[in-house]
């Protein structure tokens, strides 16, 4: 099967912008000539490939070919920039990863190969149980996600644990939790987590205490920085990964309520078994930092 360039660069533009005005605009054709593109692609690969949808969706077909589109384009890229003899032309790579870990370890491992290697990042920040989504739609080469199990065609590197602990200010520790992190206190104390889809603290309340969603008030506080600055500053308390918090925990800034009782998230990296030639040095490099940063599984 040959499959169109011009028919291709639509569906992809298609589910990068979520409509077909929007990827007419961009590609400065008529969203009726996207369409009909798309169309003829379906008719090709023979089933659909997008769900007409605000916003326009990838079939799960749509979602394979999307993988193998962008994959092609990496090894396209690197190949054009290694017969040009221009090593350090940029090389756009797409990354779905979790906020603690963009906010811990992801650029003191990266940096330095960031840099040599001109690799421009687009990355795509979800909850560590949803990164292996974007992946699997197609919409990212590689991911950090707590999903063991690889999709085809793709290996799943271990990384480490990645250990929290359930953080607060000494001030709302002793205001809210003067008798320890009881069921009763949890109650009344406002929990601090980063947005209705994580689970870390939701299921910490549930397992130890008993507290299912919406028996304890709650704070939404997107973002690593943003959902630790919170919780230093009393607005609440929640679970925080420990390589930020050691020095504070050390000088009684923080307090941690459950010492006994760390929650650990193994993580792993997802990539395709057959990369581009940066793209394998980034997932070595990943691999290797993470393993040194990260506590050992």
């Given at each position: 099967m040959r499959l169109d360039p011009k028919q291709t660069e639509a569906l992809l533009t298609v589910i990068e912008t979520g409509s077909f005005e929007q990827a007419?605009?961009?590609?400065?054709?008529t969203p009726s000539a996207i369409s009909q593109r798309v169309r003829a692609l379906e008719e090709e690969m023979g089933a659909a490939l997008v769900i007409r949808s605000r916003p326009v969706r990838a079939t799960r077909t749509g979602q394979r070919l999307l993988q193998h589109l962008r994959r092609v384009m990496l090894l396209e890229e690197d190949l054009a920039s290694d017969l040009a003899e221009q090593r350090h032309a940029p090389l756009s790579v797409t990354i779905a990863l979790n906020a603690d870990t963009l906010g811990t370890w992801f650029f003191p491992a990266l940096a330095e190969m960031l840099s040599h290697e001109q690799v421009l990042l687009d990355l795509v920040v979800e909850d560590q149980d949803h990164t292996y989504e974007v992946l699997e739609t197609g919409m990212a080469t590689g991911c950090v996600s707590t999903e063991p199990r690889p999709m085809k065609g793709c290996f799943a590197d271990p990384l480490g644990i990645m250990r929290y602990r359930m953080i607060a200010s000494a001030?709302?520790?002793e205001?809210?939790?003067?008798?320890g992190l009881t069921r009763a206190a949890a109650r009344t104390a406002p929990v601090v987590a980063y947005t209705r889809k994580d689970a870390l603290q939701a299921n910490f309340l549930?397992?130890?205490?008993?507290?299912t969603p919406g028996a304890y008030?709650?704070?939404?506080?997107?973002?690593?920085?943003?959902?630790?600055?919170?919780?230093?500053?009393?607005l609440g308390y929640g679970l925080v990964p420990e390589l930020l918090v050691r020095d504070e925990l050390a000088s009684g800034t923080l307090v941690d309520l459950a010492p006994a009782h760390p929650?650990?998230?193994a993580l792993f990296w997802h990539a395709w078994k057959v990369q581009s030639p940066r793209m394998e040095i980034m997932s070595r490099r990943i691999g290797e930092a993470a393993r040194q940063l990260l506590a050992v599984r």
């Open positions: 007419g605009a961009r590609l400065h054709v001030a709302f520790a205001r809210w939790f003067a008798e549930q397992d130890r205490l008993g507290l008030p709650c704070h939404f506080v997107p973002g690593c920085e943003p959902h630790y600055t919170a919780i230093r500053y009393g929650v650990d998230l």
